[in-house]
């Protein structure tokens, strides 16, 4: 499990940080934005830092959110030699915190959709990264990548009022394609949801057989007694697993009855994968400099998309 954890974070966040750069417009013109601030001899680096935010808040995300993903796990590598939870635990919500402040940031800015999205999947695959400990946080986690999906959606719809307006086809089947892709992801973040709630049921049943280390010591957190898992499961559960059940499952009809009951990260996995590869296809077809980093994104957002399928593949394997 922790391997396909891993691989789901280096394939989702990777292809955020392209979608961040496609929301700048493609890499030149984010470097041209950057260089713009950083080169001005006039500013010092907290002036440059606040310039930067204010007049180019999707290159200001994404240096952020770069920041988050690739320095965080090497200094995560270096705390965990000192081999105690209790300091794991504090630089794990630090580094979710962050995520969280730049999350915040991004929907009080006025960043591209694509931006808003990559920051909302950051979110949520650093709770996913985190949820082998404690299966609890899939729950947020996965409302984190269905709000990112919302906002893929977004990005669909203001580009197919642009398109209509040039009568570009490609960039027109590109936006529509966009759409279902959001729609799907924000589905398929509700199954990732599902599997939470199964997968906090088969740790609290083998806790208490004595299987599993009660290592998630935060009261707020701990999928035993902890607050929000109360509260989730009061206010959440139910619902979602009643929409997925009559909803969700229903729409992606291209996966067998039989999977959609039994493998709910498998389905997760059909429900957004082939729209990826449509979107990655349509989105080098435009030959545009957003277009292209837009479709190195979905196929890294694929690599993410099989590692969570492979969650499955890994239960199955454990209890054979």
């Known amino acids: 499990m922790a391997n396909s954890l891993e691989l789901q974070f280096w394939g989702y966040e990777i292809g955020n940080l392209f979608a961040a750069v496609a929301g700048s417009g493609g890499f030149a013109s984010f470097f041209a934005e950057v260089n713009a601030v950083v080169l001005n001899p006039n500013l010092d680096p907290i002036g440059k830092a606040l310039t930067l935010a204010r007049d180019h808040p999707d290159a200001f995300v994404t240096i952020a ?93 203001v580009e197919v009022s642009v398109d209509l307006e040039t009568s570009d086809e490609i960039g027109l089947a590109l936006s529509a394609i966009a759409i279902a892709t959001g729609v799907y992801v924000l589905a398929a973040g ?90 990655g296809g349509l989105a080098f077809a435009t030959a545009t400099p957003q277009g292209m980093v837009f479709g190195l994104a979905n196929i890294c957002w694929a690599v993410g998309d099989v590692a969570i399928g492979s969650l499955d593949w890994t239960k199955d394997q454990e209890t054979r």
Not at 84 to 89: C, F, G, H, P
Not at 94 to 106: D, E, K
Not at 127 to 135: A, E, G, I, M
């Open 190 to 279: 509700l199954l990732t949801y599902q599997g939470g709630v199964f997968e906090t049921a088969r740790f609290l049943a083998a806790s208490k057989g004595g299987t599993v280390e009660k290592d998630c010591a935060a009261r707020l957190l701990n999928p035993h007694d902890g607050i929000l898992p109360r509260l989730f499961e009061t206010l959440l559960d139910r619902p979602v697993v009643w929409f997925c059940d009559r909803v969700v499952k229903p729409a992606i009809f291209w996966v067998s009855a039989h999977t959609k009951r039994e493998r709910p990260f498998v389905t997760s996995m059909w429900a957004r994968l082939p729209w990826r590869l449509f979107s």
């Open 65 to 157: 959110l770069g920041i988050v993903v690739l320095l965080a796990p090497p200094m995560k590598n270096l705390v965990s030699l000192a081999g105690r939870l209790a300091l794991i635990n504090l630089f794990d919500a630090a580094t979710l915190i962050a995520a969280v402040l730049i999350l915040t940031f991004t929907l009080n800015a006025d960043t591209s959709w694509l931006t808003d999205a990559a920051a909302s999947f950051v979110v949520g695959s650093s709770l996913l990264r985190q949820s082998k400990r404690n299966p609890f946080l899939m729950k947020p986690g996965s409302l984190a990548l269905s709000l990112g999906g919302i906002a893929l959606a977004a990005f669909g719809v």
